[in-house]
C-alpha cells in the first residue's frame, strides 16, 4: 500500500497534487511519502507480532537525511554499509546505538568511526576482518560487538547481481565454517561475540528462501546462543516490492484477485512464515530492508522534452536519465510509467520512453503503453524510492536531480538539484596546462 492516487484527473502523493510540486521545484525531482515509509515500517512490526524485534533501515537504499530522520523518529536503527553512512545517521540525529554496520571491505577509519560512536554491531564477513576489527578495538581499548554473516547457501531466486547467499558470491562465511569462526572470535581478546547474522538477497518476491535460510542458519544460532551467549539474530533485509501495476497496489489488498503464485511477498507473509520458527529461539530478532521500506514510497517526476514518431517506433524523449535513475539500464528494471494528468479524451500512444543521454541504454521502458502525452507535460516513474536518487551520478555534466518530501498536505524540498557550480567546484586546470 502506498499514498500515490489520482484525486480526479490529478496525481496524487498524499494530499499534495505532484504537478504543484514539479512547477515550484522543476524536474527531474524525486517525491517522497513519508505517510507510506510510515506504513511500511508497521506493517514490517505487526508481521512479527510476539517477536522482539529491532527493525534497522537500510540506509543505502535512500539516505536522504529526512529520510533518515522520519524513520529514526519511527523507532528504527540503521543498517550501515559505509563511514559516510555512519555520519548521515549521525547528522539526521538517528541512533547509531541502536544501528548495525555491514560490508565486506571496511576500513580501519570506519571500523575506528563505528566504534567511537557505539555501534550496536559490527557483521563481519571474513576472518581478516575479524583480525583488523580486534585490532581497531585494541587501539581504542573497547571490546567490538560482533556478529558473523553466515552464508547459508540458498538460491533468492532474484536477479544475479542481487543475489548474496550462494556459496559462490563473495559475502559471508560459509555455514560449515561457522561453528570454526566463532570459536576463532572467541579468542580474540577485544572482540565480544554479540549475534548472528544473514542477508541473502535483494528484490526477494516468494517467502521460500528466507524460510530455507532461517531453518538451516537455526541451529547454529542456538547452539551459539548456549556457548557464546548470543541475543540476536539478523535475518537481513531483502523484502521485494512491486514494480508492475504499482499503482494498483495502492489500493489495499488488491492482489487478493491474482492466483496465490502471482501475489508479492507481503511484509504480513513474510512475518507469518518467519516468526513462528523465529520466535523459539529466544533471541532478539533484527530486520535489515531498505527497498521494502521506502521503494514504493518515492516517483521520479520529469518532463516530457519530445515525442518523436519513428516509422514503427515512438520515442518519448523525457529530462530524466539513466544518470538519474539508473535501475532500468542497470538491472533491466520495470517502472510503471504514468501521466501526471489523466484525460480519457486521448489516445494511448505506444513508444520507448528514454532520456537525452547519448547511450541507447538510457531507456526507462521499451514499447510501453501510455496516455498519449507532448511536450512539456509531466509523467512518473513509480516506485523509484528505493535505489534511485542514490545509485544517482552527473554522467553527461547533469546535476543531480531534487528530492521533496510530502507528508499530508506538507511538502518540503529536502535537497536542492544540483548546479553546474557545484558540479565543477572541486575541478581545477593544472598549472602546466596555462
Ligand atoms: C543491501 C543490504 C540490505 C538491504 O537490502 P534491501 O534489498 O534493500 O532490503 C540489508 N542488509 C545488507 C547486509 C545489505 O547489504
Not at 570454526?180 to 526477494?204: D, P, T
Request: net charge neutral; proline share 4%; aromatic share 8%.
Amino acid at each position: 500500500m502506498h499514498h500515490f492516487h489520482y484525486t480526479g484527473p490529478d496525481l496524487h502523493c498524499e494530499s499534495v497534487d505532484l504537478a504543484a510540486v514539479a512547477k515550484l521545484y522543476g524536474t527531474p525531482t524525486y517525491v517522497y511519502s513519508a505517510g507510506t515509509m510510515a506504513d511500511n515500517f508497521h506493517r514490517l512490526q505487526r508481521g512479527f507480532d510476539g517477536v522482539d524485534l529491532q527493525i534497522c533501515y537500510a540506509v543505502k537504499a535512500n539516505s536522504n537525511l529526512a529520510v533518515l530522520r522520519h524513520f529514526a523518529n519511527l523507532g528504527a536503527g540503521f543498517d550501515l554499509v559505509s563511514g559516510g553512512e555512519i555520519r548521515r545517521v549521525l547528522a539526521a540525529g538517528g541512533d547509531v546505538k541502536s544501528s548495525v554496520f555491514a560490508g565486506v571491505g571496511k576500513t580501519e577509519d570506519e571500523i575506528r568511526l563505528a566504534l567511537e560512536n557505539e555501534i550496536f554491531a559490527l557483521h563481519v564477513e571474513s576472518e581478516p576482518e575479524l583480525a583488523r576489527i580486534n585490532h581497531v578495538a585494541g587501539q581504542l581499548g573497547v571490546r567490538a560487538p560482533i556478529a558473523i554473516r553466515i552464508n547459508p547457501d540458498v538460491d533468492a531466486l532474484t536477479h544475479a547481481k542481487i543475489t548474496t547467499g550462494r556459496s559462490d558470491n563473495k559475502f559471508g562465511i560459509p555455514l560449515r565454517h561457522a561453528a570454526a569462526a566463532y570459536e576463532a572470535a572467541a579468542k580474540l581478546k577485544n572482540i565480544r561475540i554479540k549475534g548472528v547474522q544473514m542477508h541473502i538477497g535483494s528484490q526477494l518476491t516468494e517467502a521460500g528462501p528466507y524460510q530455507e535460510a532461517v531453518e538451516r542458519i537455526a541451529p547454529l544460532a542456538m547452539q551459539l546462543k548456549a556457548t557464546h551467549g548470543i541475543t540476536y539474530f539478523s535475518i537481513g533485509g531483502g523484502l521485494g516490492i512491486v514494480y508492475q501495476d504499482a499503482l494498483a497496489s495502492g489500493q489495499s489488498a488488491w492482489w487478493e484477485a491474482l492466483p496465490a503464485d502471482r501475489r508479492p511477498l507481503t511484509p504480513e507473509t513474510y512475518g507469518a512464515v518467519l516468526a513462528p520458527l523465529l520466535a523459539p529461539l529466544g533471541l532478539k530478532v533484527m530486520l535489515e530492508h531498505g527497498r521494502f521500506m521506502v521503494g514504493n514510497a518515492g516517483v521520479l517526476l520529469t518532463r516530457v522534452e519530445h515525442l518523436k514518431r519513428g516509422a514503427g517506433r515512438n520515442f518519448l524523449i523525457v529530462d530524466a536519465a539513466m544518470n538519474d535513475l539508473v535501475r532500468p539500464a542497470m538491472y533491466d528494471s520495470y517502472h510503471e510509467i504514468v501521466p501526471l494528468h489523466r484525460d480519457s479524451s486521448r489516445r494511448a500512444l505506444t513508444a520507448d520512453i528514454v532520456g537525452p543521454v547519448c547511450e541507447s541504454g538510457d531507456c526507462f521502458a521499451q514499447g510501453r503503453q501510455i496516455q498519449e502525452v507532448g511536450e512539456g507535460e509531466l509523467i512518473a516513474l513509480m516506485s523509484a524510492g528505493a535505489y534511485g536518487y542514490v545509485m544517482a551520478s552527473r554522467y553527461n555534466t547533469r546535476g543531480l536531480p531534487a528530492e521533496v518530501l510530502v507528508q499530508g498536505s506538507m511538502f518540503e524540498l529536502v535537497n536542492a538539484r544540483e548546479t553546474f557550480d557545484q558540479i565543477t567546484a572541486r575541478e581545477k586546470v593544472p598549472a602546466f596546462l596555462k
